[in-house]
């Protein structure tokens, strides 16, 4: 017994009479009882999106989503020159007409650009000013693909999203090359995210 406090029956030299800090075993398992919950919840949410942030893929506007209109302008440039017989100056808005659809054709490629990450899709926007704006995949809720006659011929095709995001619940991506590929691997991402999140919530 303590000379200093008779009441305290902890004596030192009784080995018998160990502190349970002394053993690691006893403070592993009193850890992990007396952890707080909302610790140990964002311990394995953060534990649930660590890892590197790797890109899936990458991708912009594919001009082969405009033959449907180069088809058009190509029966207009037949229509002008079969009237240039009869008035010759029809035949000079021909080339006004191709560059303006070039043109048309270039801002749009050069306004919209795509990336597929482990964890984010981002998608920027605009030519003169650049936004980029993020869904976290995780919070994708429904991927679609859209394609009519000349889509399905040429491989392209819009891809819709539709998420819990409050800036964009319904993002709709026009013009991807191997649009069924694209979409698999946004679905994909996805899927990946919720199990893993899944799996660390339950083992919360």
């Known amino acids: 017994m303590d000379a200093s406090n008779p009441n305290n029956p902890f004596n030192p030299n009784d080995p018998g009479q160990q502190s349970q800090s002394d053993n690691p075993d006893n403070a592993a398992v009193d850890g992990a009882y007396n952890q707080d919950p909302q610790n140990k919840f964002a311990a394995g949410k953060k534990k649930a999106g660590s890892g590197p942030d790797e890109q899936i893929w990458s ?41 303006a659809q070039f043109i048309r054709v270039w801002w749009i490629k050069m306004g919209v650009s795509y990336e597929l990450t482990t964890r984010r899709f981002m998608h920027e926007h605009g030519v003169i000013k650049r936004t980029t704006d993020r869904i976290e995949v ?26 819990s995001d409050r800036t ?10 191997d649009v069924k590929k694209v979409a698999l691997m946004i679905d994909d991402a996805r899927q990946e995210q919720r199990d893993r999140r899944g799996v660390y919530i339950e083992s919360v």
């Open 168 to 177: 964009h619940p319904e993002l709709r991506i026009p013009g991807i090359k």
């Open 138 to 163: 995780i919070d994708i809720d429904d991927v679609t693909v859209e394609q009519g006659i000349l889509d399905r011929m040429f491989n392209v095709g819009t891809i819709k999203i539709t998420s």
């Open 59 to 99: 991708g912009g506007y594919s001009a082969v989503d405009q033959s449907g209109s180069f088809i058009i302008l190509t029966l207009i440039t037949i229509g002008l020159i079969v009237g240039g017989v009869f008035f010759w100056p029809l035949v000079f808005a021909i080339p006004v007409l191709w560059i």
